[in-house]
């Protein structure tokens, strides 16, 4: 079955440093999606970033990049020079054939940038 | 400013009052979706319409209807609903549905209060 990982339920950063979150996931299907959403405390669900399982080089969106572990299935979230602006909840999802192509969620990291 | 709007921000109703909820694209987007969030928990799909047809139905209770009655806009009707259904409802739309590169876009959200 498909599953996502998200191990970590809150980082701490210092502004302006780098940050990574962790994702891994499970899936049986050569071809899905993985993607990253921001969440604030509004609510609005932000997409962030994007990486295809047949990807040969790992997205990168401005300061957020993805580091994308084919074999070990893991999607890590990178976020350089954190500004206070990141705090926020932060999902990874995937999307794959096996599961109608339904957008499935991790369970979240809740990320806080210290000034 | 996110491109999917939702209405209303925020929603406090009685048991046995009927709403709606409403969600609107103007992105071509064929694929609009209903999420229902629980505080600190990853969204979860309700519906899923694709080019105006109800797709996926995940197992949700009659009490909430939803309606798609053009390509912009989805609906989501509300009756009886039940204290434990309080939560924040997102709207997204994509492309389209099947396809494991497609991100959503996701709106504002409703938070839904039951009395």
């Known amino acids: 079955a498909q599953k996502i990982t998200q191990t970590q339920p809150g980082m701490f950063v210092q502004e302006k440093e780098a940050v990574t979150l962790d994702c891994t996931y499970d899936?049986?299907?050569?071809?899905?999606?993985l993607f990253w959403y921001k969440q604030p405390s509004s609510g609005e669900m932000i997409f962030l970033i994007y990486q295809g399982s047949y990807d040969e080089q790992n997205a990168t969106e401005g300061r957020y990049s993805l580091n994308f572990q084919k074999a070990r299935k893991s999607a890590n979230l990178v976020i350089s020079a954190s500004q206070l602006g990141d705090s926020a909840m932060y999902f990874c999802?995937?999307?794959?054939?096996?599961?109608?192509?339904?957008?499935?969620f991790g369970a979240g990291t809740r990320l806080t940038v210290k000034p | 400013d996110t491109e999917v709007t939702q209405t209303p921000k925020h929603l406090v109703m009685g048991m046995t009052n009927k709403k709606s909820l409403k969600c609107e694209q103007h992105m071509g987007h064929r694929a609009m979706y209903w999420y229902k969030q629980k505080a600190k928990k990853p969204p979860e799909l309700m519906f899923v319409y694709s080019y105006e047809k109800l797709s996926i139905n995940e197992s949700v209770p009659s009490r909430f209807s939803p309606e798609c009655p053009n390509s912009s806009l989805l609906n989501l009707h509300l009756h009886a609903l039940q204290p434990e259904d309080s939560a924040l409802y997102l709207c997204?739309?994509?492309?389209?549905?099947?396809?494991?590169?497609?991100?959503?876009?996701f709106g504002d959200g409703t938070r839904l209060s039951i009395l």
């Open positions: 999802a995937m999307r794959d054939f096996y599961n109608n192509n339904d957008m499935r």
């Open positions: 997204a739309s994509s492309q389209v549905w099947m396809g494991v590169n497609q991100p959503q876009h």
């Open positions: 899936t049986s299907d050569q071809s899905y999606g």
